[in-house]
């Protein structure tokens, strides 16, 4: 008979106003991204994108790991299916891209706060999350490659975040890189010591959500849309979204509060 953990996958808190602090919580799975962890992240994502009081979301873990990639004994399990696996692997990975998409499409930025390992998918989320600070014990791998399979789908978010060769290095050597060498290739944007990396991750969710909401917003969905294009449509993109923004409450605001050297008042 197989005991089931009754706490929730995900905790939501709230340690400082403004910023919403997701813990997979896991640990004695090493966060493991089954489908019920999955299904639990992308609730409490909609949930932080629904509630107005979020300006910024950390992404953090309890345990020994950020976040080791897939579950293989919930996939293994699955070769007795009598077509193989193959309907619950295809439904688990188009589940894994569609978290993702959330966390790039969600309307807030999203802070990836790293210990320990992040691997495969996990590597994945934190690639997917528009920042990622670090502690410098964590370590960083996509070593699918190491038990033949590839990380098709890591490769997806790694490619957007790095050069190509860096990101081809990762894929076919499946070696862990250490947190400086994640920060010296772009994958990550600070590395500190293991017990200031809350306060630190803190302080840069906090920074960000003194930004009005709608600028964030916009200028987030507007970063990952310009990438896709080519270079004439992005400037053209551009001056549209900055001719919108323009025209926006806080734009006024904050025009004016320059020119009249004071604070802004940003509109609720």
């Excluded at 929730?8 to 089954?34: C, E, H, I, Q």
């Excluded at 969710?205 to 990438?227: C, N, S």
């Excluded at 004016?256 to 004071?262: G, M, P, Q, S, W």
């Amino acid at each position: 008979m197989t005991r089931t953990d009754p706490a929730p996958y995900v905790l939501d808190a709230r340690p400082v106003p403004g910023v919403a602090l997701l813990t997979l919580n896991r640990g004695g799975r090493r966060n493991a991204l089954s489908a019920a962890m999955m299904t639990a992240l992308a609730g409490a994502l909609d949930a932080t994108a629904a509630d107005a009081s979020v300006r910024a979301v950390i992404l953090a873990a309890d345990g020994p790991a950020f976040c080791a990639g897939h579950d293989l004994k919930e996939m293994t399990a699955r070769r007795a299916d009598p077509d193989g696996g193959k309907a619950f692997y295809d439904a688990l990975f188009r589940q894994c891209s569609e978290l993702m998409l959330k966390i790039v499409r969600h309307p807030r930025p999203v802070i990836a706060m790293v210990h320990g390992l992040a691997t495969a998918a996990g590597c994945q989320l934190v690639a997917s999350c528009d920042l990622a600070m670090a502690a410098e014990s964590a370590s960083f791998a996509t070593p699918g490659v190491n038990i033949g399979l590839f990380c098709s789908t890591p490769m997806v978010a790694l490619s957007r975040n790095l050069g190509r060769k860096q990101a081809m290095e990762m894929l076919l050597t499946g070696e862990s890189l250490s947190a400086a060498a994640a920060l010296a290739m772009g994958l990550i944007n600070r590395v500190t010591p293991a017990d200031e990396l809350m306060d630190e991750t803190l302080d840069l969710a906090v920074r960000i959500a003194a930004k009005p909401a709608a600028t964030l917003k916009l200028g987030k969905a507007a970063f990952y849309a310009q990438a896709e294009m080519g270079l004439d449509e992005a400037y053209d993109f551009a001056a549209r979204t900055m001719t919108e923004n323009m025209m926006a409450a806080e734009a006024n605001e904050g025009i004016c509060a320059f020119v009249e050297k004071r604070q802004p008042v940003w509109p609720a």
